[in-house]
């Protein structure tokens, strides 16, 4: 496997835009898991990432190992807590939600995850995580018990992502939330990628092609789709 994130720096000095896929765990059927691979063989993805806030099951090394069956995709950790890590991955969001105040996943996640991690070969990817107002309570938001930033206040999104990247992140994830009435506001998009250096990543609340190509279009390096594709396999046929 490629240095992961080389690659994507790679791609955002060639401005070639990447695409993740967001699996649960919890809602994929390993019985059927075939049509699911297909399916990605099939998309435009070139990341697959696995996790979310709460994941119940412990299907996540066997969802990995199918997955690596037949898809040479790298599959990446997205990880709510320490128990949803699996040394089966090519790496791991190390995830620190910086929109919030809970230390919990500021550093306390962090730290228990260290011995695990240490017991693995994953590539470690420091993220900034940065949840904002999408019109509903998140699952994020929920199990974090932070609120997310106001969607209107650009200016103090874009400030918390330079301390991000300050401190050392070397991605910025800007989040709707899974299930999001509203994506992530293009203007703020549009912001944050022009005012820092590393890669930024958008997710929540996309739900067809056009919008997209709208993050792409507003500055995104990578988006990541999961409910949309989670309730439509054919995601990516509909809308062509």
């Known amino acids: 496997m490629t240095n992961i994130y080389s690659d994507i720096l790679k791609s955002k000095i060639e401005n070639r835009k990447l695409l993740a896929i967001l699996l649960d765990p919890d809602k994929v059927d390993l019985d059927n898991s075939a049509i699911l691979i297909e399916k990605i063989n099939q998309s435009p993805a070139t ?79 420091s993220t900034g995580y940065i949840l904002i107002e999408s019109g509903n309570e998140t699952a994020v938001s929920r199990v974090s018990q932070t609120k997310p930033l106001a969607r209107n206040n650009a200016e103090y999104i874009l400030q918390t992502a330079q301390a991000g990247e300050v401190l050392g992140n070397k991605l910025i994830y800007l989040e709707a939330g899974s299930g999001a009435d509203y994506t992530v506001p293009q203007k703020v998009v549009t912001l944050v990628s022009k005012n820092i250096g ?12 056009r919008i997209i190509q709208k993050m792409y279009d507003a500055g995104a390096d990578l988006v990541v789709i999961g409910t949309a594709f989670e309730n439509n396999l054919n995601f990516f046929n509909t809308y062509i």
């Open 47 to 125: 990341h697959i990432f696995v996790g979310g806030s709460l994941v119940l099951s412990n299907k996540i090394d066997d969802l990995i190992l199918k997955l690596q069956q037949d898809c040479e995709l790298p599959i990446i950790l997205f990880p709510g807590n320490p128990s949803q890590i699996s040394s089966f991955a090519d790496g791991i969001l190390f995830l620190s939600l910086i929109s919030g105040r809970n230390p919990d996943y500021l550093i306390e996640h962090h730290v228990n995850a260290i011995p695990i991690l240490k017991q693995t070969n994953l590539e470690v990817i």
């Open 198 to 209: 590393v890669p930024v990543i958008v997710g929540g609340g996309i739900t067809d092609l």
